[in-house]
C-alpha cells in the first residue's frame, strides 16, 4: 500500500475540499439516504454534488476493483477511508443492497460477463437492486423455499412468492433464490439468479408494517421468464451464495444500531426526565438502565472491533457473524425500548409536528423487527449452539 | 378475602366480555383509526356501556350508579384490555367518577354523577404536564382571583381530553413543584375562555389532548375537595386509575399470550410446528407464570383498594410495576415469536404492543413506581 | 365447623398460654429446628415443652384425623391456626418429611394397617423419615430409577443406590422409589415402599456440599430384605403415589422463602451500605434491584394466596405447583443474590464469629440447589408447556 | 491497536498457562483449603513465577523487571482464572508494583521494586474500609505527629494482607469521607508496633485480611507520591486492579463455560444428552455470546491502561462491570446445568462459583462501576 500517512493526509485534504457541510450532519430522515436507480431522485443538490464526486472517485465501493468502478483500496486504506469519513461526519454518498450484498456475492461467484455487466452500474448508482429470498412460508427455515424456475430450452420460467422483499417496488433488478430441482433435498436444487424487475410476470405489494412505514413487499412471479445465464455459480447450488451473503447481511445488520452516534443516552433522557442537584438523572431506575446498557453497547462495540481484527489475523470462526447478529440486534431493540421509556408522553405521539410525525416510536416499532430480519435471533443462537459449540443434535 | 372473583365479578365480567368481544374486538379500534375518526370511540357503544351499567360502576346507587368498586372496574378493564377497546371507561366511569365520589360536595355529585351514570356526560382528568407522570411536580398555577381562581399553565397526556363536557385540573394553589401539600383539584369547563385544547394523535390510536389554560377563571364552586388539600385525594383517585390500567394490563398480556400460543401451535418452521421448539416452550411457560402472577398481584391491590383504601398504595405500586413489565415482556414476545408477520399492520399484535407502552407510560411506568415502593419502605 | 369466631379466640387463648416466649422468636440456626425421631434431642428445655403441648392437641398435624394423631381441624380451623400461630411468631413445633411428605401419601394411598402404624408415630415425632427417590443417573428423569426390588416369597430384596436423600444418615425409615418390573415401561413397574433404615443392608454416606453442610446423603442398599406389605398403594403403580407427593413437595419448595419474615431487605442492605440524606439507599442500581425484588415478592406472595383460594373454589390446575415451584425457587435464588450483593466484603467472610460462621454465604449457596431439589427449573417449565398450555411436543 | 493478543503476548499466555495448568489445578485450591494453610498459597510455586519473570512483570527493566504492561498483566490473570489459583500476582505484581512504579521515589523504587521482581518481597494494598468498595469514602486517619504520621483506623478485604512484607496504605490526611483531596498512601511495614493483622478466611478460599491501626507511627519517607494528592494515584492503581480482576473473571468464566459444554455432551437425561435440549442450547449460546464480548470490552480496557493511561476510567468501568456479570451468569448456569452435582463440594464448579463471587466485589461491584460510568458521563 502507499504511505499510511500520507494517504491519510490526502484523503481528509480531499474529503475536506469535496464534502458539502450539509453532507456532513447527522441524517435525521428516510430522504437523507440516497439509493440511485432508474427513477432515483436527489432530494437536494448538496446530496447529488456530493455522491457524484464519491462516484467519480469510485468512492462509492472503495475496495471494489477499479475495473468494476470501485476506488482499488486495500484493506488499511479503506479502514482510513472510513476513519477520516467518520471523523468529519461525512454521510455515505450511496446506500444500496447492490453495494452491501450483491456486489460482494459477484465478486466471489459470478463470472467475468455478470461482473461486468452489473458492478459498474451497481458503483454508479444507475441500477438499484432488491433481494428475493424469503417467502412466505419460509421465513426462518429459508431454504425450504418453494418459488420454482422451470427449465425451457436456454431460458427459465419462474413462477412463484417472496416476501419481505425490501423496496421491491423502487427496485430495478432482484437477486433472487429459486428452486431449479423440486427433486434434491432441501438445500440443494436452489440456484442463485438475476433479473430484471420490469420483466413481463413481476408484480409487487407493499406491506404496511406496525411503524406504519412499508419498506418491504410482496412480491409475485407469474412465469417470469430469464435467461439461464442469469444464474450467479452453479445452477442447483445457489445455497452456497446464499449462505456466503447471509453472512455479510448479518454482519451489516449487527453493525445498524446507532452505536456511539448523536448524543449519549443519558443525556437525551435528561431532556425529558430531568436531573437532581448532583447532575443525576431525576429517575434513578431509568439511569441504571441506561449505564448497564451503555456498558453492554461499549463491550459490543469492542467486540465488533475485535472481530475485524481476528479476520484480519484469520483467528476468527465464520459463524461469529451470527453471535454478533444476536447480540447487537437486541441491544438496538434495548436502545429504543429505553429511549421510549425516557421520552415518556412526548414519545407516543404519533404525528404532530412536535414529534417529527412520531419519529422515535415509529422507529422503536422498526426495532422490533432487527431480531427477525436476516435470521431470527433463535436461528442465531442455533447456529451458535450448533456450529461454535458444537452441540448434540443442535 | 379470597383472592377469586365471587360469583357476582364473574358473571359481570361475562356480561363486559359479551358486548366488548361482540360489538368492539380490535378491528373496531382498527376501523376508528383508519377512518381517522374525529370522536376516536364510538358513541354509540358508550351507550350501550352505559345501559349495561358499565358507566355508573363506581357511582354510588344514591346518583343512578351501582355503588361497586375497584375489583369491578378492574373486571371491566381486563376485558377492554383484551380488545383494545377505546371508550371512555377510564376517564369517566373510573377517574372522573372516583374523583367526584371522593372528593365531591352533595352539590357536585349532584351536578355530574348521574350523568355519568346514564352516560350523557363525560369527564377527564389533567394531571400530567412533563414527559413522565409526577404528580406532585404539579406546577399548573391556579391564583385567587375574585372570588375563584384563575388557571394558568399546560396539561399533557389527558385521557379523552378533546371529547370531554368538563375537566377535573389539578392544580398548584401554594408551596411549589415537588411539594404534596398546595395541590387543588378544580372542575372546569373545556369551553372555558383561554382554556385551548389540542388532540393528541398517539401511538396506540387511542385518545388523549394537550390543554392549555391562558388564565382561565373559574368560580370558587369549582374546588373539587379542599383547598390546598387535593394532594391526597389526586393520590387516592390516581390509584384507582393505577388499579384499573394495571387490569387493563393483565387483559392486554392474556391476550396477546393466548395468540401467540395458538400461532405457536399452528406456524410450521424446519418441519416442525414452531411450538415443538424447547427454546420457545420455556420462553411461553415463562411468560404464563409471570402472567399468572402479575393477575394475582393485581387483584390483590383492586382488593386492598375496596377494603383499605388508605392503606392500598404499596399493593397498588407492585400490581402497576408488575403489569407493566409484565405486558411489556408479553407483547416482545408476542412479536417476536410471530416473526415477520408480527412486524405488519395486517396482524393485531402491534396494537397490543403499542398500547402496552401507552398503558406502561400512564399514571407512572414501572420505573416510577419502583421508586415510590422503596420510598414507602424508606430505603 | 365450630363457630370461626369462637375458634379464634379459644386459640389465640391457648397459644398465649402454651407456646414459651422462646419459641415465638425468629429460628436463627438448624438446632432451631426439631425433627423427631429415635435419636432426637431437644436443643432447649422450651423446645421440648412446645412440642409436647403441641403433640398433645394434636397440632403437630392439625389437619390429620384424630385417629391418627392428628388434630381433627378442618380447612377453616386450620387456617386459623395458622394464622395465630403466624401473628404470634409462634415457631413450628415439629418439621418432618413424614408429616409434609409421606403423611399425605399414606392418608391417600394406603391401606388401614400401614396408616395405623406409621401415623400416629409421625404425628409424636417418634420417627424421622426420609425420602428415596433420586438416583445417580436419574436427576430430573426420576422416572428412569435402576434400584430393583426382586420378589422373593413374601419379601422384596432391594439392591440399588439413591442419591440426594435428605438426612439419611438420621432418619429411621425410608419411602422410597423402587423397580418391581424390569420389563415394563419407565413409568410402570415402580413400586413405593416402606422400610426401616436399621435393615441389613442399608448404609448411607453424607454429601459435602458448596455450602460445607451435608444435608443429604448417598444412600445404599444391597439385598435389604422387606415385606411385600409395606408397598403403599398397588405394586407397579407406585409412580401414581411418587406424583401426587411431588406435588406436594414442589408446594412445599415454592413457599420455602423468607417472603415476608425478617426484616426488610432495603433496611438489611442499608445496614452495609448506608443512605443519603434522603433516605435512599447509598447505591442506587443496588436499591432499584431490590424493589424490583420486592415488587415480584409481593407479587408472588399474593399468586400463593390466590392458588390456595382457586384450590378452594376447585378451579385450580394441577400442575400449577411447577409453576409456583420455579417462580418461588428463582426468586429465592434473586434474594440471596441480593444479600450477597448488600453484604458487600463482610458477606464473603466464610468462618469468624463476626459472621456467624459464614451464615450468609453459606445460606446463599445452600438456594442454588432451590431451582434442582423438587424438579429442576428445567423440568417445572416443561411441566407448564405440556400440561397448561398443551404446546405440541412438549 | 488490534483487539488481538500479540505474538509475544500469546507466548506469554502459553507459558503462564504450562506453569499454571501443570503446577496448580484447582486441587491445589482444594489442597490448601483442605489443609487450611496458613499461608493460604504455595511460596515455591511463587519461587517458579519469580523465575518465569511473573512477579517482576510490571516492574520497569531498570529495576529487574520486564516493563510490561496491563495486557501482559491479563493474560497472566486470566490463566490464574482458569484453575483459581491463590498466588500473590495481584497483590504484589500487580496492584504494589504498579503503586510503586507510578508513585514511589527513586529510593522507594530501589529499595522494593528489585525484590519484587525476584519474589522475596511480598506486599499488599489497603484500601477498603467499609462492606462496600468506597475508595473516596477512606476514613482511616493519618495526622502529623513530629516528622512523621500517625495512622489510626481499620481496613478489611486486604488481599494477602496476612503474609505480606510491606503495605501500602490509603489513608487521610485531609478533608473528610467522600472526598478526593487529602488521600494520601503510606508505605507500612505489617511488624510496626500498633498494627494487627486478622487473617479472614473467605468463602473462596484466598488470602485476606482485616487490619487494624492503632498509633501506628511512619516517618515522612513512607509517604508514596504526594501528600494529599493520593488520589488520582490511588484510582490509577485501582484501575490496574481492576482490569486484572476482570481478566481473572474472563479466564473463570471461560472455564466454568467449558466445563458446562463439556457437561452438556455427557450427560443423559430422559434418554437424551442434556445438550440436546434446546432450551439449554439457546442459554448455552447465549452465554458463549456473553463471554466473547466481555473478553473484547476487557482487552479494549487494559490496552486503554497501557496505551492511554490518564482516560481509561471508563473502558475500565466497563470491563470490570462487565466481567462481574458474564462471569455471575457463568457461574450460575454451570451449577444449575451441573443439577444436583453441581452443588457438591466434590465437583470444583462451586469454586469457581465462590471465587466469582469474592472478584465482583473486589475494587467495585457492577453496580458501583455502572453508577461511575453514569457520573463520568454527566447523567
Not at chain 1, 140 to 147: H, M, P, R, W, Y
Given at each position: 500500500m502507499s504511505d499510511p500517512d500520507q494517504f491519510r493526509r490526502e484523503t481528509r485534504a480531499w474529503l475536506e475540499a469535496n464534502c458539502p457541510p450539509e453532507m456532513r450532519k447527522p441524517m435525521t430522515s428516510e430522504g437523507d439516504t440516497y439509493w440511485g436507480g432508474r427513477n432515483a431522485k436527489f432530494s437536494s443538490e448538496p446530496q447529488r454534488v456530493w455522491f457524484e464526486r464519491m462516484r467519480d472517485k469510485g468512492w462509492t465501493v472503495p475496495d471494489w476493483p477499479k475495473e468494476y468502478g470501485g476506488g482499488g483500496l486495500d484493506r488499511a486504506e479503506h479502514k482510513v477511508l472510513r476513519e477520516e469519513m467518520a471523523a468529519m461526519g461525512a454521510r455515505s454518498p450511496l446506500s444500496s443492497f447492490g453495494i452491501w450484498m450483491l456486489g460482494p456475492a459477484l465478486l466471489k461467484y459470478g463470472n467475468e460477463a455478470q461482473k461486468k455487466e452489473h458492478l459498474p452500474d451497481i458503483a454508479a448508482g444507475l441500477i438499484r437492486w432488491c433481494q428475493g429470498y424469503s417467502e412466505p412460508n419460509a421465513g426462518?427455515?429459508?431454504?425450504?423455499?418453494?418459488?420454482r424456475a422451470e427449465s425451457d430450452g436456454d431460458d427459465f420460467v419462474i413462477t412463484g412468492q417472496k416476501i419481505w422483499t425490501s423496496y421491491a417496488n423502487y427496485a430495478d433488478w432482484i437477486f433472487c433464490l429459486v428452486r431449479t430441482d423440486g427433486a434434491a433435498k432441501k438445500h440443494d436444487g436452489i440456484s442463485f439468479i438475476l433479473f430484471d424487475m420490469t420483466s413481463k410476470g413481476v408484480t409487487t405489494k407493499p406491506i404496511l408494517l406496525i411503524s406504519g412505514a412499508s419498506p418491504f413487499c410482496e412480491t409475485f412471479f407469474d412465469g417470469v421468464r430469464v435467461p439461464k445465464s442469469h444464474v450467479v455459480g452453479t445452477v442447483n447450488r445457489g445455497w452456497d451464495v446464499a449462505k456466503y451473503l447471509l453472512q455479510h447481511e448479518r454482519a451489516m445488520i449487527s453493525g445498524m444500531g446507532e452505536r456511539g452516534v448523536g448524543r449519549p443516552l443519558g443525556q437525551v433522557a435528561a431532556d425529558s426526565v430531568g436531573s437532581d442537584e448532583q447532575g443525576r438523572l431525576d429517575d434513578a431506575m431509568l439511569r441504571g438502565q441506561i449505564s448497564s446498557f451503555e456498558i453492554d453497547e461499549a463491550a459490543l462495540s469492542a467486540a465488533a472491533e475485535r472481530a475485524v481484527d481476528l479476520a484480519k489475523a484469520g483467528q476468527s470462526h465464520p459463524a461469529f457473524s451470527s453471535a454478533m447478529k444476536y447480540y447487537g440486534t437486541e441491544l438496538n431493540k434495548r436502545r429504543y425500548e429505553i429511549l421510549m421509556s425516557a421520552g415518556g408522553v412526548d414519545a407516543l405521539e404519533w404525528e404532530s409536528e412536535r414529534s417529527k410525525g412520531g419519529a422515535r416510536p415509529r422507529a422503536w416499532l422498526r426495532t422490533k423487527a432487527n431480531s427477525i430480519e436476516g435470521g431470527t435471533s433463535e436461528v442465531m443462537l442455533g447456529i451458535v449452539a450448533k456450529r461454535i459449540l458444537d452441540l448434540p443434535g443442535a | 378475602m379470597a383472592l377469586v372473583l365471587t360469583e357476582e365479578q364473574s358473571m359481570l365480567r361475562d356480561s363486559a366480555r359479551g358486548l366488548i368481544s361482540d360489538k368492539a374486538p380490535v378491528s373496531h379500534l382498527r376501523a376508528l383509526r383508519d377512518a381517522k375518526d374525529a370522536t376516536g370511540f364510538s358513541r354509540e357503544l358508550w351507550k350501550a356501556f352505559a345501559e349495561m351499567g358499565f358507566s355508573g360502576l363506581l357511582v354510588p346507587e344514591n346518583f343512578g350508579g351501582s355503588g361497586l368498586g375497584a375489583v369491578e372496574a378492574g373486571v371491566v378493564m381486563e376485558e377492554i384490555g383484551r380488545t383494545l377497546m377505546p371508550s371512555p371507561f377510564l376517564s369517566t366511569a373510573v377517574l372522573a367518577a372516583s374523583a367526584l365520589t371522593r372528593g365531591g360536595s352533595d352539590a357536585q355529585k349532584a351536578a355530574h354523577l348521574p350523568k355519568i351514570s346514564d352516560g350523557s356526560l363525560l369527564a377527564a382528568l389533567a394531571v400530567d404536564e412533563g414527559a413522565k407522570h409526577r404528580p406532585l411536580q404539579t406546577k399548573l398555577q391556579a391564583s385567587r382571583s375574585g372570588n375563584g381562581f384563575k388557571l394558568n399553565g399546560a396539561k399533557a397526556f389527558v385521557v379523552d381530553g378533546h371529547t370531554v363536557d368538563l375537566l377535573i385540573v389539578a392544580a398548584r394553589t401554594a408551596g411549589s413543584a415537588g411539594e404534596r401539600n398546595g395541590l387543588t383539584l378544580f372542575l372546569v369547563d373545556p369551553k372555558s375562555k383561554g382554556l385551548a385544547v389540542e388532540r393528541t394523535a398517539m401511538v396506540d390510536s387511542h385518545n388523549a389532548a394537550r390543554i392549555e389554560f391562558d388564565n382561565v377563571e373559574v368560580n370558587a364552586d369549582s374546588v373539587l375537595g379542599e383547598v390546598d388539600q387535593g394532594g391526597a385525594l389526586l393520590e387516592g383517585v390516581l390509584n384507582i386509575g393505577r388499579g384499573a390500567v394495571a387490569s387493563e394490563m393483565v387483559g392486554l398480556s392474556e391476550e396477546v399470550f393466548g395468540r401467540t400460543v395458538t400461532y405457536l401451535k399452528e406456524r410450521k418452521q424446519f418441519g416442525k410446528l414452531i411450538g415443538e421448539f424447547q427454546a420457545l416452550q420455556h420462553r411461553a411457560a415463562e411468560l404464563y407464570i409471570d402472567i399468572e402472577i402479575t393477575r394475582a398481584a393485581v387483584l390483590k391491590a383492586l382488593q386492598t383498594l375496596d377494603g383499605d383504601f388508605a392503606n392500598a398504595s404499596a399493593a397498588v405500586a407492585v400490581a402497576k410495576a408488575r403489569a407493566g413489565t409484565t405486558a411489556t415482556r408479553a407483547v416482545q414476545e408476542g412479536v417476536q415469536m410471530h416473526g415477520g408477520m408480527g412486524m405488519t399492520d395486517q396482524f393485531d399484535i402491534g396494537f397490543f404492543m403499542k398500547r402496552a407502552r401507552v398503558c406502561q407510560e400512564l399514571f407512572g411506568d414501572s420505573n416510577y413506581h419502583a421508586d415510590q415502593l422503596a420510598r414507602m419502605k424508606s430505603y
Open positions: 426462518s427455515d429459508l431454504a425450504s423455499l418453494q418459488t | -
